[in-house]
């Protein structure tokens, strides 16, 4: 009898663990998100009057969760901001995600969407694509009673900055790792690898100018490419001359170090000569080994041989 009556408790619990209980119904179509999209456009246009003219007289206003001021003056200044300051304007949706209206039992009509806001800064020249998640409440006579705003600042900032003279860090024409780097590109001039990987972390990436954009290689795969590549054969001859002198930057946002240097890369044989300008961008870590390494240069010179 007690084996028995546990049984029954295990399935009492199982079957109300996964009990469901539904309070609303979703709609992907619905009047209450039309108005939202009308909103947005009224946005667009710059047309406050038409903005507010889906607002309750007693809506609120939050900000990442802040409530903030939500008077008829506060909603025509934000509106004129964009209007005077930015162009082409959009609000859409941030797709795959579209919006959904919410009828709960107990709080009436809600929407919420997902959306991206375009423009381009007329002063500072800085494009918008931000994202933005918003929710609406809305009340019986189908006007909004609550706007909720969700958004990474930081794009603002940059804009807001964007109007002063900042520094960033410091610019070194000596330091130890613009010793690296010359080191690194006479091991490479030497064709020795194992001093060459020497100065990289073994978790650093690297990438060039002939790649896909953001696409990289590790460090092993990077030595591969470099073993089975022209400039390692035994019967290639080259020089690598530098060019100009190199900069060493040191990035106070970020915390970084990252040195740019340019090189002539001069690659001759019986019959032909070419030469191939690159420039070496090197972030280093705080051990002072290269983290990534990016190279641009130009493939042509090497297809025209």
Not at 42 to 54: H, I, K, N
Not at 89 to 109: F, L, N, T
Not at 150 to 165: A, G, L, M, P, Q
Request: aromatic share 16%; proline share 2%; hydrophobic share 35%.
């Amino acid at each position: 009898m007690k084996a028995f009556s546990i049984v029954l408790l295990c399935l009492f619990l199982g079957t109300t663990s996964y009990a469901q209980k539904k309070s609303g119904t979703v709609y992907s179509d619905h009047e209450a998100i039309t108005k939202t999209q009308e909103l947005w456009k009224a946005f667009e246009a710059g047309d406050a009057d038409a903005f507010l003219s889906f607002m309750s007289d007693t809506v609120k206003v939050f900000v990442n969760g802040k409530k903030v001021n939500s008077s008829k003056e506060r909603a025509t200044s934000y509106i004129n901001y964009y209007k005077d300051n930015y162009d082409n304007v959009k609000v859409v949706d941030h797709k795959p995600a579209y919006p959904d209206a919410i009828d709960y039992k107990g709080s009436g009509i809600w929407v919420q969407d997902w959306v991206k806001l375009k423009g381009i800064h007329r002063e500072s020249g800085i494009n918008l694509d931000l994202p933005v998640h918003h929710l609406y409440s809305f009340n019986k006579d189908g006007k909004i009673t609550s706007l909720h705003y969700y958004f990474n600042n930081d794009v603002f900032e940059t804009i807001r900055n964007s109007k002063r003279t900042m520094e960033n860090g410091t610019i070194y024409i000596n330091h130890p790792h613009i010793l690296t780097v010359r080191k690194l590109v006479n091991a490479f001039r030497e064709k020795d690898l194992d001093k060459w990987s020497s100065f990289f972390d073994e978790k650093a990436k690297f990438g060039n100018s002939t790649l896909k954009w953001g696409d990289t290689k590790d460090l092993k795969t990077q030595m591969n490419g470099l073993k089975e590549s022209r400039f390692f054969k035994p019967e290639t001859k080259f020089k690598v001359k530098q060019v100009g002198y190199p900069d060493c930057m040191y990035y106070e946002k970020d915390d970084v170090y990252v040195v740019y240097s340019w090189w002539l890369y001069t690659e001759w044989s019986k019959d032909k000569k070419i030469e191939v300008p690159y420039m070496l961008s090197n972030t280093f870590n705080k051990e002072g080994k290269i983290i990534r390494e990016f190279v641009w240069y130009s493939n042509n010179h090497f297809a025209e041989r």
